[in-house]
């Protein structure tokens, strides 16, 4: 069932659903919430709270985004992860919750690493799929620049159609061909969302130096077939201090948990079943 909370006066939607532990879902961009659905349905035991990013599915983009902060694009709003953070702690006081565990794919893992600077008492563990703590370089800086020329121009569907083709692993394009169409369908991302997504993303600090920070549990899954966050960059995460639990599905792409979602709740269940998550 759909839900609805208040974040700095905008309207954002979520699902709340299950029992058990709380674990707080982030998705990647430009998809929406539906993304952690097949992997969902094979997780029992926990209380699945599945949030819409900030301009994503059901969720208000908001009209005071700040500008000025993407230098190569001055004119262009930023969705920071500092905003998708203070979002997802908006949710916990709205859920009356102390803390959660909480799962970013993407830009959602981006997310999750800020919430830890931001909140680390909010958080009884972290999972990371096919989420690199690395920064931008000046390429992909260049190349989000070139995206927000690019969506401003002629909108957003050769970037969306280019983004299903080549972060679907080649794994799950052989066995499931609809998957990039099925996929496509979903980014339904605004053209003044997907701007304000990327100036956002080409503002993501370094946030290696946070590992050496959490304390709690840390669950990493690196997709061999993800052109967009490299093995060797999520093994950074197992110099966490709280314990890293690393798991490499050589046939998967950036979108892991759609194209393998009984596997990844196979591996994300016992993960959360071990007492100190």
């Known amino acids: ?6 974040s700095n006066g905008d309207t954002l939607g979520y699902r709340d659903a ?6 707080v879902f982030l998705h990647p961009t430009p998809l929406d919430r539906d993304y952690w659905r097949p992997m969902i349905e094979g997780l029992g035991g926990v209380r699945a709270i599945v949030a819409d990013l900030r301009g994503h599915g059901l969720s208000d983009l908001g009209h005071n985004l700040p500008l000025g902060q993407f230098a190569l694009v001055p004119n262009a709003p930023a969705l920071t992860m500092s905003q998708f ?3 997802a702690l908006a949710l916990l006081d709205h859920l009356n919750l102390a803390d959660a565990i909480f799962v970013g794919c993407s830009v959602g893992g981006s997310v999750v690493l800020e919430l830890w600077r931001k909140a680390p008492a909010r958080m009884r563990g972290l999972a990371f ?11 992909s800086r260049q190349k989000r620049a070139a995206n927000i020329a690019q969506v401003r121009a002629e909108g957003t569907e050769e970037l969306f159609d280019a983004m299903a083709r080549t972060l679907v692993g080649a794994t799950a394009r052989d066995r499931h061909p609809r998957m990039v169409e099925e996929l496509r369908a979903r ?8 701007v304000a997504v990327q100036a956002g993303l080409a503002l993501r600090p370094d946030s290696v ?7 709690v549990p840390v669950f990493v899954i690196a997709g061999g077939e993800d052109p967009g966050a490299t093995t060797a960059e999520l093994q950074a995460f197992q ?17 892991a948990a759609y194209e393998q979602p009984e596997k990844i709740a196979s591996l994300l269940a016992e993960w959360l079943r071990q007492p100190q998550a």
């Open 18 to 23: 299950g029992t058990g532990i709380p674990v």
């Open 1 to 6: 069932m759909n839900a609805w909370y208040q």
């Open 85 to 87: 953070a203070a979002d």
């Open 187 to 194: 980014m339904m991302l605004t053209p003044e969302a997907a």
């Open 239 to 255: 110099a966490a201090p709280g314990g890293c639990e690393f798991h490499l599905l050589p046939d998967a792409g950036h979108f």
């Open 129 to 139: 799929i096919c989420s690199k703590p690395q920064p931008e370089t000046e390429a």
């Open 209 to 215: 130096p946070t590992i050496a920070t959490i304390d």
